[in-house]
């Protein structure tokens, strides 16, 4: 008997669950409808800000072909989206009037951007009423908004001091705008670096020509423009930042709100189990950024630690490979071997990386203690458990930064800023969970003067798409087999299809193979 399964959201998650539940759909075995409430298909939200910076075009981030889709059996319903859950009778009811029964239904709905309570702003999260000139991050038509400015040289405000935030301010300003980037806290990603690596940090966007105000409070928008167009942006000690547009950066929320309504248990996002199904109910799943692995099991020591959902793509992608599998098990002719499916593994702390032109950061792991922080490092210590070690160098002037924070000679976390290769080593070696050697200066030296320009990483093979889990090997065989572009490798590999961190990378391999060819 053929399972309806039903999917409600369409982005990248979701779109990567289509893609390997089709083959269940060719065969009979499922009936699959995926509900988007954009009129594009699925596309990749994560470079959004590279099309509103003139990096890359809409085309470029499509992720899924909606006519294709239709054409293997797929029901894609795009520009609707589901107001309702009806548990009992196993239907989703859609705003567009129409109702559908599921047998399976995977909760896919991602996350909304957080928009801050400041005057002149309506944050209702559902509804945000932004005057002209003010705009989140999230969709294609927020990329226009952005492209403007930028074409126009125009000034923009950043608020927000997050990963995503500085790429766009970095990018913005190379391409001739003038950026600010406003944030609460002494420096810019202050969630997630060190005191010592957020100053040089700092000093290098400014180096980049990106202004930086920090310690600052927002209180409200002033949209004294043409038509009432975003002006300023006040802050709490009086002041105000001028400016054409402001672009808020402020992180997400997960969209739980559909769950809710139907009864399923929410935490910061909708509560599932390692099978990645809701708490209480067995035909119900969520992936991506609005799931939350949260078992019923309170001795769970996975769960005990749990924050809430990665908000990453890489994660999601691998949630929703295991799910397919997971899924065309259940519509198999023996369902029983879905609780023989080895389990979703956990997901490793989640690494930082930043790269522009002048500009090269790697962040992950725990890297708040100093060197001198005795009571922070013996913490934790005894019973066979060695203690904290922090190695660390700093070169400010010349915007170089590096700290090493390791437990029995294993990375626990890192920061490094401006130092490239040494970045690229120690993010292997916190992902590989291996051991760093004795000598923690050995790793300055990826940097040195007697490293020759081309010089990589230590193992070729290694990961270089660490959202899509592809390798240096997987990348180099693409190319050898014909592949000459980012976008080639991307649609044989998936590398790139994630953040664009490694499109650079990817673009030095192929081009270090046609120029190996030509010699």
């Not at 893609?19 to 990749?44: F, H, K, M, W």
């Not at 080593?425 to 992902?431: A, M």
Request: with cysteine; glycine share 14%; proline share 6%.
């Amino acid at each position: 008997m053929t399972e309806q399964i039903v999917v409600v959201g369409f982005g990248p998650v979701a779109a990567r669950l289509v893609d390997e539940l089709l083959p269940g759909v060719r065969d009979g075995r499922l009936s699959l409808t995926v509900i988007g409430e954009e009129s594009q298909a699925a596309y990749n939200r994560v470079m959004v800000g590279s099309v509103g910076v003139g990096h890359a075009t809409p085309d470029a981030l499509a992720l899924a072909d909606a006519e294709a889709l239709a054409a293997e059996g797929v029901d894609v319903r795009l520009g609707t989206s589901v107001r309702r859950i009806d548990r009992p009778r196993q239907r989703v009811l859609l705003t567009d009037g129409t109702d559908i029964h599921f047998d399976r239904l995977v909760l896919a709905t991602g996350s909304r951007p957080v928009i801050p309570n400041l005057t002149g702003i309506n944050p209702d999260p559902a509804h945000p009423v932004l005057p002209p000139g003010v705009t989140p991050l999230r969709d294609l038509r927020d990329a226009e908004q952005l492209r403007e400015a930028v074409v126009g040289r125009k000034r923009i405000i950043v608020l927000g001091g997050g990963v995503l935030g500085l790429e766009i301010a970095l990018a913005a300003a190379e391409e001739g705008a003038s950026v600010t980037v406003v944030h609460n806290g002494p420096f810019p990603l202050g969630r997630s670096i060190d005191r010592g690596g957020g100053a040089v940090l700092a000093n290098s966007l400014r180096r980049c020509g990106v202004k930086v105000a920090g310690n600052a409070r927002s209180t409200g928008v002033e949209h004294n423009g043409p038509n009432g167009d975003f002006s300023a942006l006040l802050l709490d000690d009086g002041s105000a930042i001028d400016g054409d547009l402001l672009v808020l950066s402020c992180g997400v929320r997960p969209r739980t709100e559909l769950a809710e309504g139907a009864g399923l248990g929410t935490g910061v996002g909708i509560l599932v189990d390692h099978q990645l199904k809701a708490h209480h109910e067995p035909h119900i799943f969520a992936i991506g950024d609005c799931a939350e692995v949260r078992c019923t099991d309170k001795t769970c020591v996975e769960c005990r630690s749990a924050t809430g959902p990665l908000g990453l793509v890489g994660p999601g992608w691998r949630q929703a490979e295991w799910l397919a599998e997971h899924l065309l098990l259940l519509a198999g002719t023996d369902p029983a071997l879905a609780q023989a499916q080895p389990p979703l593994p956990q997901e490793l702390p989640g690494v930082i990386v930043l790269k522009a032109n002048g500009m090269n950061l790697a962040v992950a792991g725990s890297n708040g203690a100093d060197p001198w922080d005795e009571e922070v490092l013996s913490s934790g210590a005894g019973n066979g458990r060695d203690r904290l070690q922090v190695a660390q160098w700093a070169d400010p002037e010349h915007g170089r930064y590096v700290k090493m924070t390791t437990r029995g000679g294993v990375l626990e976390g890192l920061v490094a800023v401006g130092m490239p290769r040494t970045a690229a080593e120690l993010v292997g070696l916190f992902e590989g969970r291996a051991e760093l050697p004795a000598d923690r200066s050995l790793m300055l030296r990826l940097d040195g003067p007697d490293q020759m320009p081309d010089a990589g990483p230590r193992d070729p093979n290694g990961t270089v798409c660490r959202c899509a889990g592809v390798s240096g090997g997987s990348i180099r065989n693409a190319v050898e087999e014909g592949c000459s572009t980012v976008a080639e490798v991307s649609k044989a590999t998936r590398a790139g299809t994630g953040c664009g961190g490694c499109h650079e990378d990817i673009r030095g391999m192929i081009e270090q193979h046609f120029q190996a060819a030509a010699a």
